[in-house]
């Protein structure tokens, strides 16, 4: 079976070389390890050893730059990492990129350095794929609403760190590279979270002696710690957004404890950001379930020691997945439904088999939920923010604040 699973990547690649020539990219990536108002780091996949050059301009502009790549490894393939990283841009501005051995001239956005006169849109979901045509075809109509970003909360290629599993993660990113680009080649940058998938066993406490270094998490999840700038290492951290939103991702017990030391930065992160408009945790397992047991482990674990410490600090929404299907619950507090608490959105349903639901009228946290393929797209406007969640079909099928025609419960 493994020298079949070998052919098949290696008849991939060669096709692949054929269709797009051999010194153009597999695919490309856009995130941020630093404030989207002024940076971009910009990845693509390729064959080549040594560094190439990237052409980058201020759209409207004539003179190219050219940045030179850092190469990095890919795991368990003879693919690499071409990888740039730009600093000191200007805000709400866009930047035409051009990647060698490519003609089309894609572009980027950086992020409004204020809300005061600007709204943020951002696509978010998780679990994205069980197969590669409901990842695209979620990814198509994400693009389609025009959303600043995407954030996809964990199982991107359901690949589990495996070495015979890579022609998932080439899907993966092949389906980013085509299908998360909108119509006038704009590239929507990504943050991910880490899930089970990414994984070898699921779970850190599957591995006896574990440890938690750069060295012993990176032989858990090579393809996230490899393929993904951020969050990068420890498998946790915050992306700041001007002033105005922070982006909490964590990891529910994949390659790092609950307990601890994450739970520690979680406080102190978030106590640091008391002020922030918008802050915003995403992370994989769900506190509050709506197809998982409630007292399963990992959900107790992630309630009972996260959600005091978000409402100690002014988090209002948190996304959430693992489920496979659709969810959003009423406004919790201490356990318990209170107008000031907060909202849990998601469950994990953008690109997979979605799952049988609990009843939502007998689920005291549950206000809505769906066995569906779906994501939201989350506004921020000022300080108030909007949330609209979108079937694997494109219909609304949620809103917060609730539409008259949504607030019915299914």
């Not at 910009?42 to 759209?59: A, G, P």
């Not at 858990?220 to 700038?229: C, T």
């Not at 520690?264 to 945790?281: C, F, M, N, S, Y």
């Not at 509050?288 to 674990?301: A, K, N």
Request: proline share 5%; hydrophobic share 35%; charged share 20%.
């Amino acid at each position: 079976m493994k020298i079949k699973v070998y052919f098949l990547v290696f008849v991939s690649s060669i096709f692949s070389n054929l269709l797009y020539g051999q010194n153009s990219p597999y695919a490309f990536y856009l995130t941020w390890t630093d404030d989207p108002t002024s940076t971009i780091t910009i990845d693509w996949h390729s064959n080549e050893m040594e560094f190439e050059n990237l052409k980058f301009r201020k759209k409207g502009s004539e003179k190219w730059l050219e940045f030179e790549s850092t190469v990095l490894p890919y795991p368990f393939s003879q693919r690499l990492v071409h990888r740039v990283g730009i600093e000191g841009l200007e805000a709400e501005t866009a930047y035409e990129i051009q990647f060698s051995g490519l003609d089309s001239i894609y572009f980027f956005r950086t992020l409004p350095a204020t809300l005061n006169e600007s709204s943020l849109k951002i696509a978010i979901g998780g679990d994205a794929m069980h197969q590669k045509g409901w990842l695209e075809a979620t990814n198509k109509i994400a693009a389609s609403y025009d959303p600043d970003f995407v954030i996809i909360g964990g199982d991107m290629a359901y690949e589990n760190g495996l070495a015979q599993n890579v022609q998932r993660i080439y899907d993966w990113f092949d389906a980013y590279s085509k299908t998360l680009v909108t119509r006038d080649n704009r590239i929507l940058p990504c943050i991910v979270a880490i899930g089970n998938h990414e994984v070898v066993g699921g779970y850190y406490n599957m591995h006896e002696g574990y440890e938690q270094t750069n060295e012993f998490r990176y032989r858990l999840a090579p393809y996230f710690y490899s393929l993904f700038a951020f969050p990068g290492q420890p498998g946790y951290n915050v992306l700041d957004i001007g002033d105005y939103l922070s982006l909490i991702i964590l990891d529910t017990e994949h390659s790092n404890p609950v307990l601890g030391e994450q739970t520690r930065w979680l406080e102190k992160t978030l106590a640091e950001r008391k002020d922030v408009l918008h802050k915003i945790p995403i992370y994989h397992v769900p506190a509050y379930p709506s197809v998982r047991d409630y007292e399963g482990f990992t959900q107790s674990l992630v309630r009972e020691n996260w959600p005091p410490i978000f409402e100690a600090n002014g988090v209002r929404i948190a996304f959430e997945n693992h489920d496979h299907a659709y969810k959003r619950t009423y406004p919790i507090k201490n356990m318990q439904l209170d107008q000031s608490g907060i909202v849990y959105v998601g469950d994990g349903a953008w690109g997979v088999d979605p799952r049988d639901i609990h009843s939502v009228f007998d689920t005291w946290y549950l206000k809505k939920a769906q066995k569906t393929r779906a994501f939201t797209v989350l506004t921020l406007e000022g300080r108030e923010f909007s949330l609209i969640s979108i079937d694997g079909e494109g219909n609304v099928i949620d809103s917060f604040p609730e539409s008259p025609l949504l607030m019915k419960k299914d």
